[in-house]
């Protein structure tokens, strides 16, 4: 949105430009409009008249309804973004508490599964994509944001562009994974698909990228296809090349590295189903001395 947008109340314009004098991503700015504008409704009037008491109820509310910890706590951020920035009134938020969110294990697939899950996807592109998930250890945002000039075959990497925290950097790209986005991108090509410099995972129509819902639906619909009892997403492929790579000792400070993580803290949780590094470990009780 823009300034010159005239149905755009004067309040809502205000977040707006405060949220673009920071930069803030499109998503990330729409997720915040949606916070404030869900208050907004709940409070019956306009957000700006909230009184602290009225921010704790809210927050009541929520939890009440069964609102997940990691979504309450977005909304108190999109909330305390409107009221300690585009309201100036930091004290209105006093009473509203971010909760802990519960660390729950990743789902992690074994090799075999991983093999089953890219073969059973519907078509070429989708098995390249999911390859790509795996192979490189990206999130479904980066892959469909791929471009064909983000291959870097004399190097080896993949390029990806702002990703998770806006920051840049370089994935592998092992010797398999580059056969097949080759193979991939002939057949593309020859069907007029990908365009030149354009994506290297198209929608139907070349000019558009693959959305992360096309791509999360056609995982789902291969785990099922491939028998997979577990709870697959795109993520999981990420998950899985992580705990992999630990289980083959790749040092976790370099498993950090190609999964962009700013903290090794977030690395380190694959450790805990490193399934493979725990079976090598021998438990104190089978060296107690016998009778």
Do not use: C
């Amino acid at each position: 949105m823009t300034s010159s947008q005239s149905n755009v109340s004067p309040l809502r314009q205000r977040m707006i430009d405060d949220m673009r004098m920071r930069q803030l991503s499109p998503k990330t700015q729409a997720n915040y409009l949606r916070i404030v504008r869900e208050f907004a409704r709940y409070l019956g009037r306009s957000p700006d008249t909230a009184t602290v008491e009225d921010l704790r109820r809210y927050q009541l509310h929520l939890v009440d309804h069964g609102t997940s910890a990691v979504s309450l706590n977005h909304a108190i951020t999109g909330l305390k973004f409107f009221f300690t920035v585009t309201l100036d009134r930091p004290e209105l938020m006093v009473r509203m508490h971010p909760v802990r969110v519960p660390r729950i294990l990743p789902v992690v697939l074994s090799p075999d599964e991983v093999r089953r899950l890219i073969e059973a996807a519907g078509n070429l592109k989708h098995q390249t994509a999911l390859s790509v998930a795996y192979g490189a250890g990206l999130r479904a945002s980066e892959v469909v944001a791929l471009k064909v000039t983000d291959v870097d075959s004399e190097r080896m990497t993949l390029r990806i562009e702002q990703g998770k925290g806006r920051r840049d950097r370089y994935a592998m790209l092992s010797p398999v994974l580059l056969e097949r986005l080759r193979a991939w991108w002939r057949v593309a090509r020859a069907q007029g698909k990908m365009l030149d410099g354009g994506w290297l995972f198209p929608g139907l129509d070349p000019l558009d990228q693959l959305s992360t819902r096309q791509l999360n639906r056609a995982t789902h619909a291969a785990a099922e296809a491939a028998h997979i009892d577990k709870r697959v997403s795109m993520h999981t492929l990420r998950h899985s090349f992580a705990t992999h790579l630990l289980e083959q000792k790749v040092d976790i400070r370099v498993i950090q590295v190609l999964l962009g993580h700013a903290k090794l803290e977030n690395t380190a949780l694959y450790l805990q189903v490193a399934t493979d590094l725990l079976r090598e470990v021998t438990s104190p009780l089978d060296r107690l001395p016998s009778e």
